[in-house]
């Protein structure tokens, strides 16, 4: 059971979109989906639901070609950033007729949700404003009761509460019926410790595609003077550097020995710190020498 | 233990509950919140939390029965003094033996400066 | 049927619903009026109405144009592959313009029965006005075919309205400028000048083909039918794949 993206390319005129791009989407796991604006979460996001069409390679739900198939299509719901609804729908008929859709959508629990998160049913959905409109989307998203639940933006607009309140019942709803959830998002810090697989992509290919804890436990950071960090970090790949007076800071990919250099202070990297290094690298490699 | 900045939250999880056992929040016996509850309130995967209480299983200080929950054992509490008193005579005695040597103090001195502080912390 | 493709055809059929019945409203409230304005006219002027088939043909182009894309959107939202959203469209158009010209022939028939008192009021739909006379008081079995007539009509004018959106939906905005201007010539000079030239150059085609469609309303209807199905045909072809996009909000 799993999604399979085989060699997938997409342009937009003269820009890639997405660069050959191969993943698997296991199931029973929280992905997040991680990259800058323009990176391509949104096409590749789009292109596995068959709303744009690939200009090379395919993708597979649980085997099958998505391509104009209700069958793989309809194991998936992606809540975007876009509104696929129409202009006067107002927001119980969206319920209702998600529910006519998707059998297994949960029309009780929708109610139940948007109860609780304050969201008007009678209002048309394009009146909402951006952060009600998200919360829309996401009781959408946790009712519908498909195994792929696909977040594009999920907390856009939305207050800290309501943030709260949707990866609580996000964690509530994974842990007790099992599906695969991906999360496409900027605020990297407030996923970081609920997404067990990260997934970054930059300019349309993908930079890293491992578990959340195998990427944390190959990075560090040292700091300390910066002749020392400089001496220490001779051998290895440095991802970032940033100095601060005579105080350096380095990122580095790799595992820490267990004797260190005394007077060099070793840390652990969160999962944006290692986001924001990967790009600087980036930035760095594309940079004409 | 290389990283001296922020633990691996499976591990911070486990020590929070450990401490709630030591302080009596969790008394013998009692259930404790589900893999979910954790989850849901600390915001991590249910994955993450399953391997901190899995900890505390495997150490003898949760038992899991099924289909109900998990409970705290019987003598986790005293297992758990026992355990800290063994790292604090490990991470702190030897430590402070040490520096009294260095200090040239004998162990009547050592003793008295002991009682001395004993007394002035409440 | 497969569960998506009943949905979507549930989700228009709704929406047909309550377009339809303010478009039948509007036609009884017109009807209304012409039996009143023969009152005011009093018995020197002649008053009547035979716009029914022609405005539910407008709405169903209007239909065409516009909720046809919100509905291969919605589907697409809805885990509905394209061609499944796009086939739900015909089934959907065709129950909607059957629902739609039948109430219109029991509303005409009705107008039919109050005008026979008056001699100088008339009503009466296309197919009457094209096939029977324009004061001809209609027979059931005029009724049912006026009924299929303007069914076909209906669908015709969605076909084309499918295509002028999903041509529109496939060109990019200039595309769209150029395509609008070319459409807009065609209809002023083209159309008019390529059927003078086939009357001219071909004048036993162009009255054959016109004879064809007086002969019979069933011709006709071919004819409607055949539009309806080309241009839903181009219109798969433009739709096919296409970029399915939201917008911001």
Known sequence: MSIELQSISKRFGSTQALDQVSLTLEEGHIYGLLGNNGAGKTTLLSILTDRLRPDFGQVLVDGQPVKNNDEALGKLFLVGEQNFFPEDMKVKRAFETAASFYPDFDLEQAHKLAKEFGLPLKKKITSLSTGYASIFRLVLGLSVNTPYILFDEPVLGLDAQHRDLFYRLLIEKYSQEPCTVIISTHLISEVENIVDHTIILRDGRILRDAPTEELMENTYAVSGPAGMVDRYTEDKTILSSHSLGGLKTVSIQGQPESDLPLGLEVSRMSLQDYFISLQEAAEREEEPA | ?122 | MTTTMRASIQYQLRDYRTSGLILFGVNVILILLAILGMFSVGINGEVSYTAYGFSAAIFMLVCGIVTARQVIRLCAQMGTGRKTAFLSLLPSAVLASLAIAAAGEVLMAAAQAVSIGYPNLYFNDLYGLIYAGFDTTLSVGQHITSALFNTCLMLACYGFGLFCSFLYWKLSKIGCVIAGILMGLFFLGGLPGLSRMIVVQYPNLAEDFAAFCLQSGWNLMAVFLVIFLVFSFISWLLVRNVNIRGWHK
């Open chain 2, 1 to 122: 233990m290389p990283f001296q900045g922020e633990k691996p939250i499976f591990l911070q999880l486990a020590e929070q509950l450990e401490e709630a056992i030591l302080s009596g929040a969790y008394p013998e016996g009692s259930q404790v919140p589900s893999i979910t509850e954790y989850a849901a309130t600390y915001k991590i995967n249910p994955a993450t939390a399953n391997k901190g209480i899995n900890l505390l299983v495997s150490a003898g200080l949760l038992y899991k029965k099924r289909g109900i929950g998990m409970f705290v054992a019987e003598g986790a509490r005293a297992k758990l003094r026992q355990q800290r008193s063994e790292a604090f005579y490990q991470d702190y005695v030897k430590k402070l033996v040490r520096e009294a040597q260095n200090l040239g103090l004998d162990l009547d001195q050592l003793t008295e400066l002991i009682q001395r502080g004993y007394y002035d912390v409440h």
